[in-house]
């Protein structure tokens, strides 16, 4: 019979062990210089129009507001990083559809309650949805997602119309990934860096980075001695291999063929993927019959039950149907044999794709002055099948410093950093 590897490998599932890595890092500065000079690419390269210059102000306070889900935050940033006076509510449109007077009426509400604490005139708005950014800190709104209903705000830049209902007054929009860049300034302190990175790997995936302002031909008219953050919105990335179980699993999303590297790495997609590999493999006998009615009984896993099986982790409270599916010994061990290389997989991917952004930089070639890599998610740092963290840095090692002497430090988790991020973007 033959092994569990050479399954994976001739229905196109690539080890991380197997990864061109070279390869694959080529490919994604090609897609970024692509992106930058308005060619074709999978990756859109946003000009954020933010900068990281100059020194976070010990002891600010920015009246910050925060929408990108289901939930809409309030609070004050202030530094050393915090957020205070904290106030979460469910995001105007995500029970029912409301009108723009209303939309802006919730909003308003609460940066007034917020704006008396505030040392910084300018408000930080993290707002996570697409949008295209504009060289004013503003964000048009593009479409909704996470099912907010509120139809008559595409198309409106929310900063101006936010700001015309408050009576006036600057407000710095940024998404969440751009914010947790920034959120690296709130906690440099005297250390020196030469350059951010800001990447999310959650439910979802995205990188920002530092670029140098002649290097964005895309635009004309920016100082080309200035920079700014780009956010690439790395998972749509689509220049790499993908799998049998990779595209099964697409087909079943609500938009198959888009966002294709984020649907390899990021925690909406891994256990569907698992799900792909079992059924499969349960066709081709790998396991029990028993085993193999109970995964083709199956309609869907999520990744935390993939997670929490593959590293025999039982959760209190939860039923997980894959215990129940690999109750036989031999079934559970053949399974997770089968369903770590996605973990590790998704990994190496991260690794690579962050090594890139790296390169790109320019920067990091002392040790006395990395590049800072602000990291936010719940994949990066609660996966338990591998120590996906460690599994990271090991890979960043390799890649960065010892094969180009580039130098970095992933800086401690910042709790709430699109919040922080934004607050530092009021204060810059």
Known sequence: MKTPEDFLAENGFVVAAEL???????????????????????????????????????????????????????GIVSIPPSVENRQNKPMPGVRAEVGVEDFYSALADEVRRVMPLATVKKIGFCFSYPAEATADLDARLMR?????????????????????????????????????????????GDREYSSYLGFILGTGTNTAYVERNSNIRKLSGLDPSGKMIINAESGSFNKIARSRFDDAMD?????????????????????????????????????????????????????????????GYRREGRTNPLFA????????RMARRLGLPVFERAAALTAVHLAAFAVKTGEGVSAASPIAISI?????????????????RRELDDLLVVRRNIHYEIMPQIADAPMVGAGIAAML
Request: charged share 20%.
């Open 20 to 74: 061109d890595r070279a390869a694959l890092l080529a490919t994604f500065m090609s897609e970024m210089e692509r992106g930058l000079s308005g060619e074709p690419s999978s990756l859109p390269m946003i000009p954020s129009y933010v900068g990281v210059d100059g020194k976070v102000p010990n002891g600010a306070k920015a009246a910050v507001i925060d929408a990108g889900g289901t939930n809409f935050r309030s």
């Open 144 to 188: 909704w997602t996470k099912g907010i209903k509120a139809p008559g705000v595409v198309g409106q830049l929310v900063g101006k119309e936010l700001s015309d209902r408050l009576g006036g007054g600057r407000i710095a929009v940024v998404n969440d990934t751009v914010a947790t860049l920034l959120a690296a300034k709130a906690s440099e």
């Open 251 to 311: 087909a079943k999303t609500a938009m198959p063929g888009s966002n294709r590297f984020e649907k390899m790495i990021s925690g909406a997609y891994l256990g569907p993927i698992g799900l792909e590999i079992y059924k499969v493999a349960a066709k081709e006998g790998f396991f029990s019959a028993q085993a193999a009615a109970r995964i083709k009984g199956l309609s869907a896993v999520e990744t935390l039950d993939f997670d929490d099986f593959v590293s």
């Open 325 to 332: 599916a690999f109750a036989d010994p031999a079934d559970a």
């Open 376 to 392: 936010d998610g719940s994949t990066y740092y609660k996966t338990r099948a591998i120590h996906f963290a460690d599994a990271v």
